[in-house]
């Protein structure tokens, strides 16, 4: 399973958008990169997935550049219950268990 | 309600002693995989079964044991219990058992060893 890294903690104000940057410089060609929320006190949560160029869905954007060595979660105008553990995973799509990182705890502030 | 039940919610034990973590998946769901969170830590994953059968293995104590049930439920044992022990534990529960997109989590059991 590819390695990846990225900012241990991260703050921003309610209304702007924020953009997680996750480094995985060993991705296989199989990979998919998976981003995953965490509240305290809670379960992950499965935030978006993508293989390469953009993804978008109602709650945010993955950017994943031609040499898919890094992604960006991008959070649009995030607000304070967007305060949360974000989680970068790289793995086959059919992999059998999932192995998390420290990820980056983000704190919004109003 | 994401769909996996974790009870109990909390508990509270004392060193040396066993308990005993139950997991139902999310209904149609044939995988489980149990992860451990300690104070401060990441997620680590522990084991995984498969309608039944083991699938895969992480960085499991020999004193942690677990299984699934034909009606497709899960305990995980932990005996022995150190203070190192209190943490986190969530179930997760797929569909085929593959597919990170896949995975959802229940909400936890939180276990304080004293």
């Known amino acids: 399973l590819a390695k990846t890294t990225q900012p241990i903690s991260m703050d921003s104000y309610e209304g702007q958008e924020v953009n997680i940057t996750c480094s995985h410089n060993?991705?296989?060609?199989?990979?998919?990169i998976t981003w995953y929320q965490q509240f305290p006190s809670q379960g992950p949560r499965f935030i978006i997935q993508?293989?390469?160029t953009k993804v978008t869905n109602e709650v945010a954007s993955l950017f994943i550049p031609a040499d898919r060595k890094s992604s960006t979660l991008s959070l649009p105008r995030v607000s304070l219950s967007d305060t949360a553990v974000y989680y970068c995973?790289?793995?086959?799509?059919?992999?059998?268990?999932?192995?998390f990182g420290t990820g980056t705890r983000l704190q919004v502030f109003p | 309600d994401s769909g996996v039940t974790q009870t109990p919610k909390h508990l509270i034990t004392a060193t040396g002693q066993r308990v005993t973590l139950r997991c139902s998946p999310r209904?149609?769901?044939?995988?489980v995989y149990w992860y451990q969170q300690s104070l401060d830590q990441g997620l680590q994953f522990l084991i995984q079964?498969?309608?039944?059968?083991?699938?895969a293995k992480g960085n499991i104590l020999e004193r942690f044991s677990a299984q699934q049930f034909p009606d497709l439920h899960s305990e995980l044992n932990l005996s022995s219990l150190e203070l190192g022990d209190s943490a986190l534990y969530f179930c997760?529960?797929?569909?085929?058992?593959?597919?990170?997109?896949?995975?959802?989590f229940g909400s936890g059991t939180r276990l304080t060893v004293v």
């Open positions: 997760a529960s797929s569909v085929t058992g593959q597919g990170s997109y896949g995975y959802t």
């Open positions: 060993n991705i296989a060609t199989n990979d998919y």
């Open positions: 993508g293989y390469k």
């Open positions: 995973l790289v793995a086959l799509y059919n992999t059998d268990k999932l192995i």
């Open positions: 209904s149609g769901d044939l995988s």
């Open positions: 079964y498969y309608n039944g059968e083991e699938r």
